[in-house]
């Protein structure tokens, strides 16, 4: 297993944002909370926490590389499950 905090666009590391690369996924940590895990090529978000505020909201985006409004079509759509991760 591998830890690494997330990167702001300048480069500098981020408190508290975590990419946890495991055998079984990876996953975005923020604070003490996993938001989302992308695991065997599909994508679950916590249905509690995965929009919980605009600083989590950031890193999740940069994590899923796209913005809320795909996020949102995407779960409506199916193709992201919400699920408790925590």
């Known amino acids: 297993m591998q830890v690494t905090n997330m990167t702001s666009s ?12 495991a055998d079984d996924g990876i996953y975005f940590q923020s604070y003490n909370s996993v938001i989302a895990v992308k695991k065997d090529g599909k994508i679950m978000l916590d249905s509690q926490y995965w ?30 499950v919400l699920t408790n991760l925590n």
């Open 10 to 21: 300048r480069g500098n590391k981020i408190a508290n944002q975590f990419i946890v690369e």
């Open 51 to 80: 929009d919980y505020s605009a600083t989590t909201g950031k890193y999740r985006n940069q994590f899923l590389g796209e913005g809320i409004a795909d996020t949102r079509q995407k779960i409506k759509d199916g193709i992201y």
